[in-house]
């Protein structure tokens, strides 16, 4: 089976975020860049596959911050192979026009099973891996715990709902898969592994195509939330702040 | 002797020593299996550790029970070359000396060894048989060599009686108890003519009981005898805080096996006595985890001795080799290792516990097999260079609001380059200690810089979990770094960083001398750069970080800088190289705590300072200890009255002349 793991960079949270001048953007210039721990699931996720069931695990990323890192990692976990699509603007795409341009690329290999974190710190309403099984017109299942292939042509996914339900659900391959979890957290790669890999293989590097997206949103404003009401913060010995607390709650007739 | 005796005795001696030869090849062939290491300069050093530790019993003597061993060695000594010469005389009649017991001085010393021991093999038959200590596993060896030994002594001693009536020369200086015998066999109406007979027979006895030992011995556990010599020869002369490199550790298909391992490392298990020595002192251990670095020794012996022989021909068993890791030694007792250093300090063989645990844990995290808190860390650690998973642009925030300054040593030449570290930079607790050093050295007029967010941590004990990959790289970084600072000498609070940066980055090109700051503080006062303004009235103890004490033999001067504070000093029972580990070390603090454990070591520790009579203050040197004996003091309900401070806390408050205690 011929797996595909769609890899998203996202601002790492380590570093303060930073409005860029332009009022609608992030400014990138500080900015870190961090595999969307979703992705890290649905990598790990197909390895898991791989080591089942045999098969080739591609690796596929945006150039985007330390995206080669990622690359690289993937390989050194038990990739295959990894794509670096380059020629990404500045400000970056929507996630609509990034799926156009990842499920062109995709359309061409055609693997049997494209997987993807279901949602990223900068795609919380998780577009992404709905937007790619649209564009290539492929069945779609979203926040899957574990992907099982025992047959041929198909896999066995499994998902959680609210109100402690889960459910089973069979998927004519090829899908796309937005992966909320594998069935065991990502495996750590120790760094010499990784070292090994960057002297050892190759990421291939391919223009990303020119996909005409209309994106439909736009974005009028970025701003960092103002607090309604500024709290209020206690400070001192944990004697003096419990006192103040007492006379809080004493002082809004809480307790007598 | 007849010649059909003589013939005989080679025939024998000729046996024992071919089934001796057969089995010590075998066992040398499995030791090739390891890797190559060179254990050969410094042989000087080498005869003195063996003179030292073997023929002066220097760590068993640290003991009392230790005066047992050191009688039973000595007696062994004399005995076996006693054997010796009686051996080639029996072999080679026309050799031209005496038989060993016909000489009076020697006969003396054989008839007081034999009582010695006698009496040493019933002591050591009374507790090992009826008291029955927890940690001795009993064994059929042991039983084997008790009632060996003790037959040795008896035969040798009635021989001597039977000499005596035989000859009837009765000697009471030389043979005190062959000539009491002798008078008790004459008394049992013995006739000198049979009793010379019996003295040959008691000679023939003795002869095949020792050969039939000397065949027995390579095949038991009393290999120590033989490779013990050797382990303490072969000894590491590199400054013990330096872990050997992985070298081309496997990680791949195959299995952890003898290949991996050094020769040398595969010789600890065979130069093991089993006497428990390093189960008493090890933190793991003693608070109830999986881990215990005698068993763990011995069973990569079993291992080597069930894979030996299909590594040695090179076919495995069943499509693959037995394993060493998930089969006999588990991963959990890897984990729970502090790196104490207490196992190899006491261990009379000198074996090498901590590069053993080091190397399987190695390949744990070749495999990614590492518990999830501990992945944190390591992910954190490599991707912003502290365990912390802290911007590394926050690294420096402990100077913020400081009254002192503190340089960018990489903008500015300092004297010292201060190396921070993790735990003085991002915890809490500790960084208020780094805080009043900072202000200490400031008030001392020492010139000091730190690398603000070029410093990464220092990998001391990334290193020591097996991530040897990560340790290289921020090895790599930080001297980069430093290399293009002007310093002349490296300080830090952190006895972790100390050590790695000491001892093992010279390895990787960082050459530059350091010192701990209890060092610096004592050289400080010593010149009067810091002059205590008053007294600190206070009783305390204090602590000895393993990195600090057992690995780089610093034990004496913080305790001068308390005596200069005016500190009432009273030592722990564990003190100096005995110290109790506080659990944090070998990366456990990043792991979730070790399955199994019912007192953690921290907390062992602070009750072990609590109840010392009027000590109020524990004292510290190390930044990690702060946290985990604060906990500690706090699950134990000693918050009260066992206050944890870091040494430089108390010399800011006793160099500072206002009575307001905090600058
Ligand atoms: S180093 Fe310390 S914790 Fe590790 S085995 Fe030795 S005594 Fe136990
Ligand atoms: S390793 Fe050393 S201390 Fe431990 S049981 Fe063996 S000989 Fe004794």
């Known amino acids: 089976m011929n797996i595909a793991v769609l890899l998203s960079m996202v601002p790492d949270l380590v570093e303060e975020l930073e409005i860029a001048p332009s009022g609608v953007a992030l400014d990138t210039q500080w900015l870190r860049y961090l595999l969307s721990e979703s992705d890290d699931h649905a990598l790990e996720q197909a390895l898991l596959l791989k080591e089942r069931y045999g098969g080739k695990v591609t690796a596929l990323a945006l150039d985007r911050g330390e995206a080669e890192e990622a690359l690289y990692t993937a390989l050194a976990r038990g990739a295959d192979e990894a794509v670096k699509l380059t020629g990404i603007p500045e400000e970056g795409w929507g996630k609509r026009a990034a799926a156009a341009v990842v499920g062109a690329v995709l359309k061409e290999s055609a693997p049997d099973l494209i997987l993807t974190g279901v949602q990223a710190i900068d795609d919380m309403d998780g577009h992404m891996a709905g937007a790619l099984a649209g564009i290539l017109g492929l069945p779609f299942v979203g926040v899957t715990r574990s992907v099982d292939a025992p047959g041929a042509g198909k896999v066995l996914v499994q998902k959680e709902y609210p109100g402690g339900m889960a459910a089973e659900i069979e998927v004519d391959l090829p899908a796309v898969i937005g992966v909320l979890s594998a069935p065991q957290p990502p495996r750590y790669v120790p760094v010499a592994r990784i070292r090994e890999a960057r002297k050892t293989r190759t990421i291939s590097e391919r223009e990303a195509p020119s996909v005409a997206a209309p994106e439909g949103l736009v974005i009028r404003r970025l701003f960092k939330p103002e607090p309604a009401e500024r709290a209020e913060m206690l400070d001192g010995t944990p004697e003096e702040m419990a006192r103040q607390i007492v006379t809080i709650l004493e002082n809004r007739g809480l307790v007598r | ?663």
């Not at chain 2, 004459?186 to 065949?215: K, R």
């Not at chain 2, 400031?442 to 000091?448: D, K, L, Y």
């Open chain 2, 1 to 663: 002797m007849s010649p059909s005796g003589i013939l005989l005795l080679w025939i024998v001696s000729l046996v024992a020593l071919g089934l001796f030869a057969f089995r010590v090849r075998y066992l040398l062939g499995l030791l090739r299996l390891g890797r190559g290491e060179n254990r050969l300069g410094g042989v000087g050093r080498r005869l003195a550790a063996v003179a030292w530790e073997v023929l002066g019993q220097r760590r068993l003597l640290r003991e009392p029970a230790g005066v047992l061993h050191f009688g039973i060695f000595w007696g062994f000594v004399v005995y076996a070359s006693a054997f010796i010469f009686s051996l080639f005389k029996g072999l080679l009649p026309f050799l031209p000396y005496p038989m060993p017991e016909e000489i009076g001085p020697v006969a003396l010393a054989l008839e007081v060894f034999g009582v010695v021991v006698l009496a040493g093999i019933g002591g050591a038959a009374f507790r090992r048989y009826l008291l029955r200590p927890p940690r001795l596993e009993q064994s059929r060896d042991a039983g084997v060599i008790l009632l060996l030994i003790g037959s040795l002594m008896v035969t040798s001693l009635l021989s001597s009686g039977f000499h005596v009536v035989a000859t009837g020369h009765a000697s009471f200086l030389w043979n005190p108890v062959g000539t009491g015998l002798a008078s008790l066999m004459v008394g049992g109406g013995l006739a000198p003519s049979a009793a010379s007979s019996l003295q040959l027979t008691m000679w023939w006895l003795h002869m095949v009981l020792v050969l039939g030992f000397l065949a027995y011995l390579p095949y038991s556990k009393h290999l120590h005898l033989l490779a013990s010599s050797f382990s303490v020869f072969l000894t590491d002369l590199s400054p013990r805080g330096r872990l050997r490199t992985a070298d081309a550790d496997g990680g791949g298909p195959d299995p952890l096996n003898a290949r991996n391992f050094t020769w040398r490392e595969l010789l600890n298990p065979f130069a093991c006595a089993e006497c428990g020595r390093c189960d008493r002192v090890c933190p793991a251990q003693t608070s109830g985890a999986a881990l215990s670095p005698q068993k763990m020794v011995h069973h990569i012996k079993e291992h080597l001795l069930e894979a030996g022989p299909y590594l040695l021909r090179g076919t495995p068993r069943n499509g693959h080799y037995p394993e060493l890791v998930g089969g006999v030694v588990s991963a959990d007792e890897l984990w729970a290792c502090t790196t104490c250093y207490a196992c190899m300090e006491r261990c009379p063989v000198m074996n090498e516990h901590i590069p053993l645990i080091v190397r399987m844990r190695r390949y744990l995290v070749t495999r990614g097999e590492v518990d999830a808190r501990l992945q944190d860390a390591l992910t954190a650690t490599s991707r912003y260079g502290n365990s912390f998973g802290q911007s590394p642009k926050t690294r420096a925030r402990w100077t913020q609001g400081l009254e002192v300054p503190v340089k960018d040593v990489r903008r500015e030449q300092a004297q010292y380059l201060w190396f921070v570290g993790d735990y003085a930079s991002f915890d809490p607790a500790a960084r208020e200690a780094t805080r009043a050093a900072a202000r200490v050295l400031h008030r001392a007029g020492v010139s000091f810089g730190i690398l603000y967010d070029g410093e990464q941590t220092s990998g001391n004990d990334i290193r020591r979990v097996g991530e040897e990959g990560l340790f290289e790289m921020l090895a790599e970084k930080n001297i980069a770094t430093m290399q293009k600072c002007r310093f002349d000498e490296i300080i830090t609070t952190d006895p972790h960083a100390y050590n790695t940066l000491k001892n093992e980055y010279p390895e990787f090109g960082g050459t530059w001398p350091v010192v701990h700051y209890t060092e610096l503080f004592d050289r400080l006062i010593d010149a009067e750069r810091l002059r205590p303004a008053r007294r600190l009235g206070l009783r305390a103890t204090y602590h000895d970080p393993c990195y600090l004490g057992r690995y780089n033999g610093i034990y004496e001067a913080p305790r001068r800088v308390l005596r200069a504070l005016g500190a009432d000093l009273v030592e722990m029972p564990r003190n100096r190289l005995n110290a109790y580990c506080c659990g944090a070390g070998g990366g456990r603090i990043w792991m979730e705590e070790a399955a199994g454990v019912k007192e953690r070591p921290a907390e062992r520790r602070v009750r072990e300072a609590a109840v010392l009579n009027g000590v109020g203050t524990l004292v510290v040197t190390c930044p990690k200890e702060i946290t985990m004996f604060r906990d500690a003091v706090k699950t134990t309900g000693h918050e009260e009255g066992l206050m944890i401070k870091d040494l430089a806390e108390l010399v800011e408050e006793a160099t500072t002349p206002e009575v307001s205690g905090h600058a």
